[in-house]
Every structure is written in structure tokens, then in C-alpha cells.
């Protein structure tokens, strides 16, 4: 991968074997990624950017003015999110370990003191029964409604995507941290994954298939990127 500098933009080129070019701006800070066929010429490239300058000056400034949480302690009184909405966090002592929804705070219990990184720990294996619990039958609904079937889908953390979809392998990846974002998210990046099973790239075809079967997705993709940002040590 290189770095290279097109319209005073300082952005990541990587070669592949695709057919298509890709420009992707990342979280959390707007991060440019060119992926490009490995005989496109520089000149193609320069001209596509260029072309969407424009477009990934306002992706750069919706992130930019995405509002962020502090860094995470892990202790009570910090607020956490679930499903769209802040709750306080409670940390406390008890004869069982676990976390559960109590009272309007998450409540995080251990049978002895814990450091941070475990409450962590516990808090992400609770928001992955949860999100799991939330997708399943969306997966389900979405898969019959759409006629495909994923060979795999998966739950895992991910720094510059939502989802994924590996079409060759089938597979399909949601990001942990849909948890914390309102249930309509959840269900437009379900969507979103599968339709890929249809249409490989976010072509006409791609938009028309997402419009027929989730016309409010626009909508649901701006309450997507309205939402916090979750503190974290960003890094590519």
C-alpha cells in the first residue's frame, strides 16, 4: 500500500486484483483508502479522486463532527450505550459475575475486584449475546425475503466498517459495536451485507435492490453516522 497525494488530499493507494475502483473514507477521522485494478494508470486514478473530491471533503466533516466518547474506565457512573440510549454503568460486588440491564444502569457484578480490562471483558461478551440475540431473526427474515443464504455470519469488532461480505467465501461479519447504535442500524447493515450476496459492487443495481427492499435506508445510514463514535486507540 502507498501513500500518495491527489487535490492536496494525502490518501492510501493499494493495487488489487478487482475490476472496479473503490474509495473508502474511514472512521474515525476520515481516513482516505483507494483500492484500484492493477492496470488502471495513475492518471485514471488522479481523475476518479479529483472527480469525488467533493464528496470525500463531506464524508471527512460528517466524522469530523460525529460526536465521540471520552476514553473508557471501565467504572461507575460512565455512561455506556445500548440500542441508541446512554445508561450509567454500575460496578459492584456480588456472590455471581455478570452484567445485566438493572434499574436503568448496566450493572456490571464480579464475586471479587476486577481491573478495567475484565469489566471490559464482560461488558463486550454481554453486548455479543445481545446484538446476536437482536440479528438473528433479522438474518433470518432478511435471508428468505432476499432468496440468499451466507455460508457464515459472525460477530467481531472492527475499526473501519459496519459489516463485511466476502462473496467468494459467503461470509458475512457484523460489527460489535451495532450493539450501541439504534436497532434500525443494526437491521440496514443486515441488510446492506445480504443484498451483497445479490450485487457485488455499490453499483445502480446495488442501490435499486437496497431501495426496493429497505426505501428508509438513507435515513437509517444518517442515524448510523449521527451516533457516537466509541472511544478508541484508532489505528490502520
Request: with cysteine; glycine share 4%; proline share 5%.
Amino acid at each position: 500500500m502507498a501513500q500518495v497525494t491527489i487535490g492536496g488530499l494525502t490518501l492510501d493507494l493499494q493495487r488489487k486484483a478487482i475490476a472496479n475502483l473503490h474509495i473508502s473514507v474511514l472512521p474515525p477521522n476520515g481516513k482516505v483508502r483507494v483500492s484500484a485494478p492493477e492496470k488502471l494508470s495513475d492518471t485514471a486514478i488522479r481523475m476518479a479522486v479529483v472527480k469525488r473530491l467533493s464528496w470525500i471533503r463531506k464524508q471527512q466533516a460528517d466524522f469530523q463532527a460525529q460526536p465521540r466518547q471520552t476514553e473508557r474506565e471501565m467504572c461507575s457512573g460512565e455512561t455506556h450505550y445500548l440500542w441508541g440510549r446512554g445508561y450509567r454503568l454500575n460496578v459492584q460486588q456480588a456472590d455471581v459475575t455478570n452484567v445485566k440491564l438493572k434499574a436503568g444502569r448496566i450493572t456490571i457484578s464480579s464475586k471479587a475486584t476486577i481491573d478495567a480490562n475484565k469489566r471490559q471483558t464482560l461488558l463486550n461478551d454481554w453486548y455479543r449475546q445481545l446484538l446476536r440475540q437482536r440479528a438473528e431473526p433479522l438474518i433470518k427474515h432478511w435471508q428468505q425475503k432476499l432468496g440468499v443464504e451466507p455460508s457464515y455470519i459472525g460477530i467481531k469488532r472492527m475499526k473501519t466498517k459496519w459489516g463485511s461480505c466476502n462473496i467468494q467465501s459467503q461470509r458475512i461479519w457484523l460489527n460489535l459495536e451495532l450493539v450501541k447504535k439504534p436497532p434500525e442500524c443494526l437491521e440496514f447493515i443486515i441488510v446492506h451485507e445480504l443484498v451483497h450476496l445479490l450485487e457485488r459492487h455499490h453499483n445502480e443495481r446495488f442501490m435499486a435492490l437496497m431501495y426496493k427492499h429497505l426505501p428508509k435506508w438513507p435515513e437509517y445510514r444518517r442515524t448510523l453516522n449521527k451516533a457516537p463514535l466509541a472511544y478508541d486507540r484508532w489505528g490502520y
